[in-house]
């Protein structure tokens, strides 16, 4: 009955409103496929591609999403209600309305055929469905969003399944850093892979391998429910090297800090063993005064549920071991301590205290992790790298009127260079001064081998399929960088006066495995008319590069 019902909607809707009157869309020259909850499915128009967008006709979603909709004919507007979300759209028109509030679309509600066709990725992540867009069979895949439980930990970031066929595709990348891995995938990690929005995507039971972990499908609730835990089991101490035993691999979070010189640890998703546990039992008053000693690791440090243990490695007996080594002929570590750091998420700090400010190297090996450290160069100032983002044959993103990121990045980190040289408590370095390439790890390890304080990287935004996109973003990654990002990012904002796009965390390459605190800044979009005119203009580029001059010296006198 429902689907009658449907059908005679539509042919209403298609006599009551105009047909297309020009080739606004065209089919494209490839035949666009649409597979839907793992079957594929042919309406009766054909998909098209409109401005990068694909358009299906609006009883797909009904039908195939389990949507319930509605047309007015006097307003030309369709509302569509799926569970909790009801979404409103005019015909022709690029203003919509999602429960309520104002939601812009790239590409408006349209007739052609005698058939109204919407916009499937905006309409389907509307109503809280997964889309997604395999472009070796050119083919877009929708179903509905599969909630996603770590460690008896629902997940807020829920990356995005796709059932095909009778298989689920998960990608791989997003699992692993769930499980707090960072390991890079690519389509060749297994026969099955498939590259679907640019994420590498491996059926469930590969993934279950490639994660040396328990996944478990539970149909009913519509979740994914992941185990692994990694065991942190021991520690060495080995001359300048300190190595860390887990039962599973994960990739530290890591960051210094000074008076007393350190290196602190998080290790993700990741539970002290039996033996580790029992070594930092100690009385609650003690517990206290550890806590409050180590209170500048962090904000939260007083919600840890175990505690740092700082006893002398002198006299352990059976049934205590100290879980600090002191080292005697090496310089440079002197102590490690560790505690379960938090309990949601599972994480574990480990604290390598230091006699002196040291670099270092980090490695993950197949038990665990290893850290080699080096006594750190002499410095003549506050030393500070800009870093000016792509260059050489790497253009980064492309502007509307052909100009390109590279030169916006050289230009403004090269004036940032200059103004920064006139004071005399900084020493500057730049990675690039001229149009040349680096590569990340060439960038990072400019910064880390001359032990710089600060780590500034210009670049500039672009997202073509969205020419309406704006604003202005800054980046950090490690906990140590975050005041610097939003001075940096306040600074910004004034300069450029373009939309507030927020300070973000991310784990951009040259942010991630820079030692001190390391911003990443994204000016404006280059993909934007106005923007764009804005950021190829000199006097433009001067505003940023003192805004940004301005940001270090705050920073620099507020903080040293």
């Known amino acids: 009955m429902r689907k009658i019902i ?46 990068g967008r694909t358009m299906v006709p609006v009883r797909i979603i009904a039908e195939s999403l389990g949507a319930d909709v509605q047309w007015d004919p006097s307003t030309e ?49 509307a109503l809280g469905c997964n889309v997604g867009w395999d472009n070796d069979s050119r083919t877009v895949l929708a179903n509905p969003s599969i909630g996603i439980q770590v460690n008896d930990e629902k997940v807020t970031f829920e990356p995005k399944l796709y059932q095909i066929g009778d298989s689920w595709y998960a990608p791989i990348g997003q699992l692993a850093e769930l499980v707090g891995w960072s390991k890079t995938f690519d389509q060749s990690v297994v026969p099955e892979a498939k590259t679907i929005d640019s994420q590498v995507m491996v059926p469930l039971d590969e993934a279950e391998d490639l994660l040396d972990a328990k996944l478990t499908w539970q149909t009913q609730d519509n979740l994914l429910v992941i185990e692994r835990l990694s065991k942190f089991t021991g520690f060495e101490v080995d001359g300048q090297t300190v190595n860390l035993q887990l039962s599973k691999q994960v990739s530290a979070k890591h960051f210094v800090l000074t008076q007393p010189d350190r290196l602190v640890l998080d290790l993700p998703q990741t539970v002290l063993s039996s033996e580790m546990k029992r070594d930092v039992e100690q009385p609650e008053e003690e517990a206290a005064t550890e806590l409050q000693a180590d209170g500048a690791l962090e904000a939260d440090d007083a919600d840890v549920d175990a505690t740092d243990v700082d006893e002398e490695d002198t006299t352990a007996t059976d049934d205590q071991e100290a879980n600090e080594k002191q080292t005697d002929a090496e310089p440079l570590v002197t102590k490690v301590r560790y505690s379960q750091y938090s309990s949601s998420p599972q994480t574990v700090r480990v604290v390598i205290e230091l006699r002196e400010k040291s670099d270092y190297t980090l490695k993950e090996t197949a038990d665990g992790l290893q850290i080699s450290f080096a006594p750190a160069p002499h410095k003549t100032g506050f030393l500070i790298v800009v870093d000016a983002g792509h260059g050489g044959h790497d253009q980064g993103a492309s502007g509307v009127a052909g100009n390109v990121e590279k030169d916006y990045n050289l230009q403004v980190a090269n004036r940032v260079v200059e103004l920064l040289k006139q004071y005399k408590e900084f020493q500057v370095v730049a990675t690039r001064s001229t149009d040349v390439y680096l590569t990340l790890d060439q960038r990072v390890q400019i910064a880390n081998k001359q032990n710089a304080d600060l780590f500034l990287s210009v670049h500039a935004n672009s997202f073509p399929p969205s020419p309406s996109a704006r604003g202005t973003e800054t980046y950090y990654y490690n906990a140590n960088s975050k005041t610097f990002a939003e001075i940096v990012h306040r600074h910004l904002l004034a300069a450029t006066k373009f939309p507030d796009r927020g300070v973000k965390k991310s784990a951009f390459y040259v942010i991630k495995n820079t030692k001190m605190p390391a911003v990443l800044t994204e000016t404006g979009f280059l993909s934007n008319a106005y923007e764009n005119s804005q950021l190829t203009s000199p006097a433009f580029r001067e505003k940023i590069a003192q805004g940004l001059v301005a940001a270090i010296r705050e920073y620099y006198t507020t903080y040293y």
């Open 6 to 51: 449907v059908a005679l909607l539509f042919c209403a809707m298609s006599l009551l409103v105009p047909q297309l009157s020009s080739a606004a869309a065209k089919p494209a020259g490839d035949a666009v496929n649409l597979m839907i909850e793992g079957k594929t499915v042919v309406p009766e128009v054909p998909p098209l591609l409109v401005q």
């Open 77 to 125: 507007t369709a509302t569509i209600e799926r569970q909790n979300s009801r979404l409103q759209l005019r015909l022709n028109s690029t203003k919509a309305t999602l429960n309520g509030k104002a939601v812009q679309l790239e590409t408006p509600p349209m007739i052609h055929n005698q058939r109204m066709l919407l916009p499937l990725r905006f309409v389907g992540e």
